[in-house]
C-alpha cells in the first residue's frame, strides 16, 4: 500500500469513527488529536523502558505508533499538505547520488 492509499483509507476510517461517536472535527481538532496519540505513544514508551508505572506492552507500543501515524495523516490531509511530496523533498533528497 502507498501513502495515498493508506491516507485514504485512514480518513474513511476517521469518518466513519466520528459519525458514530458524534464527534465534531473542528479546524485544530487533527492536531490535537495528533498531540493527544503522541503523549499516548510515550506513555507506552516509558512503561517499556520501566519510567512509568502500569504493565509494559510491546503490542500497545505498536498500536499508539500506528495512531500517531494515522493523525499525521488526518492532519496533513486537512492541512493541504502533500505529505508524499514533502517527504521526498525534505528526506528523500539525501538518497539521491550525484551521477
Given at each position: 500500500?502507498?501513502?495515498?492509499?493508506?491516507?485514504?483509507?485512514?480518513?474513511?476510517?476517521?469518518?466513519?469513527?466520528?459519525?458514530?461517536?458524534?464527534?465534531?472535527?473542528?479546524?485544530?481538532?487533527?492536531?490535537?488529536?495528533?498531540?493527544?496519540?503522541?503523549?499516548?505513544?510515550?506513555?507506552?514508551?516509558?512503561?517499556?523502558?520501566?519510567?512509568a508505572?502500569?504493565e509494559p506492552?510491546a503490542?500497545?507500543?505498536?498500536?499508539?505508533?500506528?495512531?500517531?501515524?494515522?493523525?499525521?495523516?488526518?492532519?496533513?490531509?486537512?492541512?493541504?499538505?502533500?505529505?508524499?511530496?514533502?517527504?521526498?523533498?525534505?528526506?528523500?533528497?539525501?538518497?539521491?547520488?550525484?551521477?
Amino acid at each position: 500500500m502507498d501513502l495515498n492509499d493508506l491516507t485514504a483509507s485512514v480518513l474513511r476510517i476517521s469518518d466513519i469513527y466520528a459519525a458514530e461517536h458524534d464527534i465534531d472535527r473542528d479546524g485544530d481538532w487533527a492536531l490535537l488529536k495528533l498531540q493527544e496519540e503522541l503523549g499516548e505513544l510515550t506513555a507506552e514508551h516509558l512503561r517499556l523502558s520501566g519510567r512509568a508505572r502500569g504493565e509494559p506492552d510491546a503490542s500497545a507500543l505498536g498500536d499508539e505508533a500506528a495512531d500517531v501515524l494515522g493523525m499525521l495523516l488526518i492532519y496533513c490531509a486537512r492541512a493541504g499538505v502533500d505529505l508524499d511530496q514533502a517527504m521526498r523533498r525534505k528526506w528523500l533528497k539525501w538518497l539521491e547520488t550525484d551521477a
